[in-house]
C-alpha cells in the first residue's frame, strides 16, 4: 500500500461542524469494514482486470478526482502497468478541491504517468442567461478524451450508482474492447472503506451532507452548475461559484 501523511478527507473551510460530526461517525464505519478480506479480493480481482485490459493495447485512466476514480488511479499505479492518468477538466465550473485531492494523490504516487486536458464548454451552464433546461448537452469527457492513447479507457463507472449502469454491466460486463470498469461491483461501503485502508485523499464534497441531509454515496464530484448537479447542494457549499445566477 501507499501510505500518506495527509488525512484521509481532504480538509475544508466548507465543511461545518454538523459535516465533520457526521463524517467522523462514518469513519468509524469505514475503519471497521477497512478489515474485511474482501478489500483484498476486491483489489486483486480489479488489478487483474487492468492487466489484461492493458495487454491488449494502448489505454489510459480517466480520472475526476472523486472518490472512485482515486481508487481507479491507485490500482493503476499497484498494476505497475505504464497507463497514463489523464484529467480533463472544465475550464471555468470545476470542483475547486480537486486540486487539492490531486496534489495529495501525486505526492504519494510520484512514478505514476500524468496528464491534464482543459475542457471548454461550447453550451451555456445551468443559470447563464442562454441556459434552458431542454437544451442540448455537451459530452464534455467524450470531446476531450476521445483520441487520446488509442481512446481505450479505464474508469471509476460502478453498476450501483444508477439503474442505467447496473443494466450496462449486465450486458457488458467488465470490460469490452474499448472500455475497462474494473471496480464495477463495488457497493459504496466497500468503497469508502478501500480509501480508509489505503490512505488515499478523499475529496471534501462526501462530508459535505448538510451534516447528513445528503447520502455521500449519492454525491457526486463534477464540474458545477451542469445538468448533472444538484443545485441546492452546489448553491449551500459553492456559492462563489453561483454568485451572481440568480436564484430558480
Same mark, same amino acid.
Given at each position: 500500500?501507499?501510505?500518506?501523511?495527509?488525512?484521509?478527507?481532504?480538509?475544508?473551510?466548507?465543511? $461545518?461542524?454538523?459535516?465533520?460530526?457526521?463524517?467522523?461517525?462514518? /469513519?468509524?464505519?469505514?475503519?471497521?469494514?477497512?478489515?474485511? =478480506?474482501?478489500?483484498?479480493?476486491?483489489?486483486?480481482?480489479?488489478?487483474?482486470?487492468?492487466?489484461?485490459?492493458?495487454?491488449?493495447?494502448?489505454?489510459?485512466? %480517466?480520472?475526476?478526482?472523486?472518490?472512485?476514480?482515486?481508487?481507479?488511479? &491507485?490500482?493503476?499505479?499497484?498494476?505497475?502497468?505504464?497507463?497514463?492518468?489523464?484529467?480533463?477538466?472544465?475550464?471555468?465550473? /470545476?470542483? =475547486?478541491?480537486?486540486?487539492?485531492?490531486?496534489?495529495?494523490?501525486?505526492?504519494?504516487?510520484?512514478?505514476?504517468?500524468?496528464?491534464?486536458?482543459?475542457?471548454?464548454?461550447?453550451?451555456?451552464?445551468? %443559470?447563464?442567461?442562454?441556459?434552458?433546461?431542454?437544451?442540448?448537452?455537451?459530452?464534455?469527457?467524450?470531446? $476531450?478524451?476521445?483520441?487520446?492513447? %488509442?481512446?481505450?479507457?479505464?474508469?471509476?463507472?460502478?453498476?450501483?450508482?444508477?439503474?442505467?449502469?447496473?443494466?450496462?454491466?449486465?450486458?457488458?460486463?467488465?470490460?469490452?474492447?474499448?472500455?475497462?470498469?474494473?471496480?464495477?461491483?463495488?457497493?459504496?461501503?466497500?468503497?469508502?472503506?478501500?480509501? &480508509?485502508?489505503?490512505?488515499?485523499?478523499?475529496? =471534501?464534497?462526501?462530508?459535505?451532507?448538510?451534516?447528513? $441531509?445528503?447520502?455521500?454515496?449519492?454525491?457526486?464530484?463534477?464540474?458545477?452548475? $451542469?445538468?448533472?448537479?444538484?443545485?441546492?447542494?452546489?448553491?449551500?457549499?459553492?456559492?462563489?461559484?453561483?454568485?451572481?445566477?440568480?436564484?430558480?
Amino acid at each position: 500500500s501507499f501510505l500518506s501523511e495527509d488525512a484521509v478527507l481532504i480538509d475544508s473551510p466548507r465543511l $461545518t461542524p454538523a459535516d465533520r460530526a457526521r463524517w467522523a461517525e462514518l /469513519e468509524h464505519y469505514d475503519d471497521a469494514l477497512s478489515g474485511d =478480506p474482501m478489500l483484498g479480493r476486491l483489489e486483486a480481482r480489479a488489478v487483474a482486470e487492468i492487466d489484461r485490459f492493458a495487454a491488449a493495447g494502448e489505454c489510459f485512466a %480517466g480520472i475526476s478526482w472523486g472518490k472512485d476514480s482515486v481508487i481507479v488511479a &491507485h490500482l493503476v499505479a499497484l498494476s505497475g502497468g505504464d497507463i497514463p492518468l489523464v484529467w480533463a477538466r472544465a475550464d471555468r465550473a /470545476e470542483s =475547486p478541491e480537486c486540486d487539492q485531492v490531486r496534489d495529495a494523490f501525486l505526492r504519494t504516487h510520484p512514478d505514476v504517468r500524468y496528464e491534464e486536458h482543459v475542457y471548454r464548454w461550447r453550451v451555456p451552464l445551468r %443559470g447563464d442567461l442562454e441556459w434552458r433546461g431542454d437544451q442540448p448537452g455537451q459530452d464534455a469527457l467524450a470531446d $476531450t478524451l476521445d483520441g487520446l492513447h %488509442g481512446s481505450r479507457r479505464i474508469t471509476g463507472i460502478r453498476a450501483a450508482e444508477s439503474g442505467g449502469r447496473r443494466m450496462s454491466a449486465r450486458v457488458h460486463g467488465i470490460a469490452t474492447a474499448a472500455s475497462c470498469r474494473p471496480i464495477l461491483h463495488w457497493t459504496d461501503q466497500q468503497v469508502f472503506a478501500y480509501l &480508509h485502508r489505503e490512505d488515499l485523499p478523499v475529496h =471534501p464534497a462526501y462530508a459535505m451532507s448538510g451534516g447528513g $441531509t445528503w447520502d455521500r454515496g449519492r454525491l457526486r464530484v463534477h464540474a458545477l452548475r $451542469t445538468e448533472v448537479g444538484d443545485e441546492a447542494w452546489e448553491r449551500r457549499y459553492w456559492p462563489e461559484v453561483w454568485a451572481g445566477v440568480a436564484a430558480p
